[in-house]
């Protein structure tokens, strides 16, 4: 393969055509950005946020333009595009450059321990030198920015491997950091498929941030393992979204729909199990299924449009078989459940499942599609119960009346995030730590957490008492036992007169220079 051809989704038509990278050039990718990294680590921090604000005022005045290209590679609506791709981009680098330069600054280490009163201790956070990132279809340009931003402020080059079928998403952002001064070797792009991602991690990067499905993400974490590099899994989810009793059913039927349906259905953290207390079940489904019969499928160029099409018909025949595998096991599609050929190949109806086994694949699976499954719980407990048993840990949402009550209850939830009254958002807020728990991941990317994934600590620390002895040198002469245990009653006796008897043979030991 020497050119990967970009597909619209909705008609299935190339509109353009790329060079793939050579396989066997990956290697040299990667030696060029070490070149380069040094001096882009050199210069000051003010100084590379310049360039970002650069390329963030760049992704503003071209917004439009990304936003078209991206609804055209993944088939969302423009207007989703706008919301959850460029003003979440465009907030993230407004997070990074505001409190980016802050975070990075040297952090003073104080000690407690009266044995290194003397010690003055900093931690640095210093690049790790290259970072690879490799990345998914689903959210082209806010998931690779998202950890692409913060790596460069803090002094690293970036490889970006794109998915295959959103290259020219990529090559577009690539483009504007060109153009706001990120030099080409410090941040390339790689295109092809996962013969490209394998050749990156296997070339040595100082660490991977892969985003992509479990079963790609245990492959790239065994390759990284067996080179020592460290590596930031977000993989799949299946998040459960919980409505209880004194829930608000109108706002929750209309939250809970737009976190599956958007995307075509292909969030990692779209609500993928919904579990709905028995009081309010059939109200709450019957609101349900009015709603989801207003949703308009289309093109996502065309204005008005609320799901797009799936990203490919392989996509589509697996969703099949998880609705036909779980249907046969007697659960009921309440709406939808179809392909739409009149619209294009990969169009799907927004589907609603009841009346399911918790042991069919609708629910144990990842289901990246326009199925919602929903299923009654005999009170809060055990929808808690039902939540939590899985193999996923994404995040999940819980709606209720009770806020102070969602909140107590959101702890008990294994999961990277819970939200309260909402659902999906927090990947769209940069102060908000996202990654997962279980099978859904390793690390975090975004808010402070994700800047310090891509740093590494170095601890400076320097000795300002030259006169005093080090409790701990040699000299383990009978004779200073006792010194050495007043030492230890000096620090560490639970009663301060124990303490206070302890000082003359604790100064014994750390003022005799001679070994004692
Ligand atoms: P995928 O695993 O098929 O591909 C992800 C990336 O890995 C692509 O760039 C692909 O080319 C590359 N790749 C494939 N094989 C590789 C290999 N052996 N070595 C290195 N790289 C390789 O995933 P996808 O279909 O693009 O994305 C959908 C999945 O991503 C879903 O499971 C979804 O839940 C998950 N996802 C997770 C998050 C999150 O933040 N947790 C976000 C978005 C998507």
Same mark, same amino acid.
């Given at each position: 393969?020497?050119?990967?051809?970009?597909?619209?989704?909705?008609?299935?038509?190339?509109?353009?055509? !790329?060079?793939?990278?050579?396989?066997?050039?990956?290697?040299?990718?990667?030696?060029?950005?070490?070149?380069?990294?040094?001096?882009?680590?050199?210069?000051?921090?003010?100084? =590379?946020?310049?360039?970002?604000?650069?390329?963030?005022?760049?992704?503003?005045?071209?917004?439009?333009?990304?936003?078209?290209?991206?609804?055209?590679?993944? &088939?969302?609506?423009?207007?989703?595009?706008?919301?959850?791709?460029?003003?979440?981009?465009?907030?993230?680098?407004? #997070?990074?450059?505001?409190?980016? @330069?802050?975070?990075?600054?040297? =952090? *003073?280490?104080?000690?407690?321990?009266? /044995?290194?009163?003397?010690?003055?201790?900093?931690?640095?956070?210093?690049?790790?030198?290259?970072?690879?990132?490799?990345?998914?279809?689903?959210?082209?340009?806010?998931?690779? +920015?998202?950890?692409?931003?913060?790596?460069?402020?803090?002094?690293?080059?970036?490889?970006?491997?794109?998915?295959?079928? !959103?290259?020219?998403?990529?090559?577009?952002?690539?483009?504007?950091?060109?153009?706001?001064?990120?030099?080409?070797?410090?941040?390339?792009? %790689?295109?092809?498929?996962?013969?490209?991602?394998?050749?990156?991690?296997?070339?040595?990067?100082?660490? $991977?941030?892969?985003?992509?499905?479990?079963?790609?993400?245990?492959?790239?974490?065994?390759?990284?393992?067996?080179?020592?590099?460290?590596?930031?899994?977000?993989?799949?989810?299946?998040?459960?979204?919980?409505?209880?009793?004194?829930?608000? %059913?109108?706002?929750?039927?209309?939250?809970?729909?737009?976190?599956?349906?958007?995307?075509?259905?292909?969030?990692?953290?779209?609500?993928?199990?919904? $579990?709905?207390?028995?009081?309010?079940?059939?109200?709450?489904?019957?609101?349900?299924?009015?709603?989801?019969?207003?949703?308009?499928?289309?093109?996502?160029?065309?204005?008005? !449009?609320?799901? &797009?099409?799936? $990203?490919?018909?392989?996509?589509? *025949?697996?969703?099949? *078989?998880?609705?036909?595998? !779980?249907?046969?096991?007697?659960?009921?599609?309440?709406?939808?459940?179809?392909?739409?050929?009149?619209?294009?190949?990969? +169009?799907?109806?927004?589907?609603?499942?009841?009346?399911?086994? %918790?042991?069919?694949?609708?629910?144990?699976?990842?289901?990246?599609?326009?199925?919602?499954?929903?299923?009654?719980?005999?009170?809060?407990?055990?929808?808690?119960?039902?939540?939590?048993?899985?193999?996923?840990?994404?995040?999940?949402?819980?709606?209720?009346?009770?806020?102070?009550?969602?909140?107590?209850?959101?702890?008990?939830?294994?999961?990277?995030?819970?939200?309260?009254?909402?659902?999906?958002?927090?990947?769209? /807020?940069?102060?908000? @730590?996202? &990654?997962?728990?279980?099978?859904?991941? %390793?690390?975090?990317?975004?808010?402070?957490?994700?800047? #310090?994934?891509?740093?590494?600590? =170095?601890?400076?620390?320097?000795?300002?008492?030259?006169?005093?002895?080090?409790?701990?040198?040699?000299?383990?002469?009978?004779?200073?036992?006792?010194?050495?245990?007043?030492?230890? =009653?000096? /620090?560490?006796? @639970?009663?301060?007169?124990?303490?206070?008897?302890?000082?003359?043979?604790?100064?014994?030991?750390?003022?005799?220079? *001679?070994?004692?």
């Amino acid at each position: 393969m020497t050119s990967l051809a970009a597909i619209d989704p909705a008609t299935g038509t190339t509109f353009a055509e !790329t060079p793939v990278t050579p396989v066997e050039e990956v290697v040299e990718v990667v030696r060029r950005a070490r070149a380069a990294q040094p001096g882009w680590a050199a210069r000051p921090v003010a100084e =590379r946020a310049r360039v970002l604000r650069r390329f963030q005022g760049l992704l503003f005045e071209r917004r439009q333009e990304v936003a078209e290209l991206i609804s055209r590679e993944n &088939g969302k609506p423009v207007a989703e595009a706008l919301l959850t791709e460029l003003a979440v981009t465009l907030d993230l680098a407004r #997070y990074y450059l505001r409190h980016g @330069p802050r975070l990075l600054r040297p =952090r *003073r280490v104080r000690h407690g321990n009266v /044995a290194l009163w003397g010690r003055r201790g900093w931690v640095h956070w210093e690049p790790l030198g290259v970072i690879g990132i490799i990345s998914p279809w689903n959210y082209p340009l806010m998931l690779p +920015f998202g950890e692409l931003l913060p790596a460069l402020l803090s002094g690293n080059a970036v490889i970006l491997k794109p998915s295959e079928f !959103t290259i020219r998403t990529a090559l577009l952002g690539a483009e504007l950091l060109r153009e706001a001064g990120v030099a080409p070797e410090l941040c390339p792009v %790689l295109v092809g498929g996962g013969e490209v991602g394998r050749a990156l991690v296997e070339a040595g990067a100082d660490k $991977i941030f892969f985003t992509g499905s479990g079963a790609t993400g245990r492959k790239v974490a065994v390759a990284a393992a067996e080179r020592f590099i460290p590596v930031n899994l977000e993989l799949g989810g299946s998040d459960p979204c919980l409505v209880l009793a004194d829930a608000d %059913l109108e706002r929750a039927v209309s939250g809970a729909i737009w976190a599956r349906f958007s995307n075509g259905g292909q969030t990692c953290v779209a609500v993928k199990r919904l $579990i709905v207390e028995q009081p309010v079940y059939d109200a709450f489904v019957e609101r349900l299924l009015r709603q989801v019969a207003e949703l308009r499928v289309g093109h996502g160029r065309e204005p008005g !449009t609320d799901v &797009g099409p799936l $990203i490919r018909e392989s996509q589509v *025949r697996e969703l099949e *078989r998880q609705l036909a595998a !779980t249907v046969a096991r007697g659960a009921r599609v309440r709406a939808g459940g179809r392909r739409l050929p009149a619209l294009g190949p990969t +169009f799907f109806e927004p589907t609603v499942v009841t009346d399911l086994p %918790l042991d069919a694949p609708l629910w144990r699976e990842e289901v990246f599609g326009p199925v919602l499954p929903v299923v009654a719980a005999r009170d809060v407990e055990d929808a808690i119960r039902i939540a939590n048993d899985s193999r996923f840990g994404l995040s999940a949402s819980i709606w209720t009346g009770d806020r102070a009550r969602g909140e107590r209850l959101a702890r008990r939830i294994h999961a990277g995030a819970v939200l309260v009254n909402d659902a999906t958002t927090h990947v769209g /807020a940069a102060e908000t @730590p996202h &990654g997962g728990e279980k099978e859904s991941g %390793l690390g975090r990317s975004h808010g402070e957490w994700g800047l #310090y994934e891509t740093c590494r600590v =170095r601890f400076v620390g320097s000795d300002r008492l030259d006169l005093m002895r080090k409790p701990w040198w040699f000299g383990y002469h009978p004779a200073s036992l006792a010194d050495r245990d007043a030492f230890l =009653r000096f /620090a560490f006796a @639970p009663r301060w007169w124990e303490r206070l008897r302890a000082i003359p043979g604790a100064l014994r030991l750390l003022l005799n220079r *001679r070994p004692v």
